[in-house]
């Protein structure tokens, strides 16, 4: 089972970069990296999936190294609606899904 | 189409009680599963189901009997409630291949007095 790590929480100021690292050093051969974005009283939403090197979609990029132990999301001029918590996912399989604490990013005017 | 759907939003129990959540999706997925988030958590998955008839246990799955006789519905019972399961529950379903994106319903506010 591939534990993540990740901050608690991260503060960050509209407009900037936000770059969130989880680290996942016993990732198996089939896991995908997912990232989700959760806001209060809301269920988890999904933002993005990579396997390796770098994914890209219109609201976040997925930076993953050769070895595959660590994942970036990369959130680009970040806004006030972006505070939420982000949860990094490593899922070898359908059985052991499991959401960490995620991290609580707060974005400031 | 209506995503994932849950029912109720909102409810109150006392211990002993019995109950069923109710979760459908409209989406022919095959993958659902139930998950439960307490205060300052994460989410924890209860069960899942690979398809019609076919269920198994999650990380905590005591407590909990879940059935899956159609694609669309996967209800989620507390056969006797219990103040530990006071939390809030997500249903979430996806396409099929482990790794896939996940869509969750808005959720099921559950309090066990």
């Known amino acids: 089972l591939a534990k993540t790590t990740q901050p608690i929480s991260m503060d960050s100021y509209e407009g900037q970069e936000v770059n969130i690292t989880c680290s996942h050093n016993n990732i198996a051969t089939n896991d995908y990296i997912t990232w989700y974005q959760q806001f209060p009283s809301q269920g988890p939403r999904f933002i993005i999936q990579?396997?390796?090197t770098k994914v890209t979609n219109e609201v976040a990029s997925l930076f993953i190294p050769a070895d595959r132990k660590s994942s970036t999301l990369s959130l680009p001029r970040v806004s006030l609606s972006d505070t939420a918590v982000y949860y990094c996912?490593?899922?070898?399989?359908?059985?052991?899904?499991?959401f960490g604490k995620g991290t609580m990013l707060l974005v400031s005017p | 189409n209506a995503g994932v759907t849950q029912t109720p939003k909102f409810q109150v129990l006392k211990t002993g009680q019995s109950m069923t959540l109710q979760c459908a999706q409209d989406m022919n997925h095959e993958y659902m599963s139930w998950y439960r988030q307490d205060p300052g958590m994460g989410l924890r998955l209860i069960h899942y189901s690979v398809g019609a008839g076919i269920t198994d246990q999650g990380e905590v799955p005591n407590g909990y009997n879940v059935s899956r006789s159609t694609t669309e519905d996967f209800p989620l019972r507390l056969l006797s409630a219990a103040p530990s399961q006071t939390s809030v529950y997500f249903c979430a379903s996806t396409p099929g291949t482990p790794g896939n994106e996940q869509f969750f319903g808005p959720g099921t506010r559950l309090t066990v007095l």
């Open positions: 990579g396997y390796k």
């Open positions: 996912l490593v899922a070898p399989g359908y059985s052991t899904l499991t």
